[in-house]
């Protein structure tokens, strides 16, 4: 089925269910991965990947196909997920930046967490950057995703996501060579 034809059918009445199963089945896992790669724990990322998935349904009926339904979706994920962020780094009376910094140094005895310690230590790499670089970093590098699309995600131009990701690399290489 196109996209085309799926946005046709989840803004249907008679075949939004069917539809909006499909959409799950086809986006619950990479949504998931982006969602944990922001907020690091997978009880979290499960909690806000259904907080999206709610947002979607409700709202379809309201997609402007100005962007791809994917673009659309991973920006109320991302969304979901600043907004998670923004309020536990205020509960916890922390900034940002070191509410990534506690995240990441809880992934190491995270169930869930099946990297190594190389894999940790480029996540730490990640957490010490500023936030705009974390997420475009996260999508580039984790997710694959293309400048295009983080570009429609985080609705910045494109020009804005390179020069985010070459800091952000030049960071982390920085980083790496400092603590190894």
């Not at 199963?21 to 909690?47: F, G, M, P």
């Not at 985080?154 to 800091?167: D, P, Q, R, S, W």
Request: aromatic share 12%; net charge positive; no cysteine.
């Amino acid at each position: 089925m196109t996209e085309e034809a799926l946005i046709q059918q989840l803004q249907e009445a008679k075949h939004k269910e069917k539809a909006f199963a499909l959409l799950v089945d086809l986006y619950k896992e990479r949504l998931y991965w982006h969602i944990r790669h922001l907020v690091k724990n997978h009880e979290d990322a499960n909690d806000l990947l259904q907080n999206t998935f709610i947002k979607v349904y409700k709202n379809i009926s309201s997609f402007k196909k100005q962007s791809k339904l994917y673009s659309w979706m991973y920006r109320i994920a991302t969304n979901e997920s600043l907004t998670f962020l923004t309020k536990k780094a205020k509960t916890l009376h922390l900034s940002y930046e070191h509410l990534q910094v506690s995240l990441v140094n809880k992934l190491a005895t995270d169930p869930y967490f099946d990297g190594n310690e190389a894999l940790l230590q480029l996540h730490k790499a990640v957490a010490s950057l500023p936030e705009r670089q974390q997420q475009v970093f996260q999508m580039k590098y984790f997710e694959n995703l293309t400048y295009k699309s983080i570009a429609e995600i985080l609705e910045i131009n494109e020009g804005t996501v390179k020069a985010n990701y070459h800091h952000a690399t030049k960071k982390i290489e920085k980083y790496l060579a400092i603590t190894h």
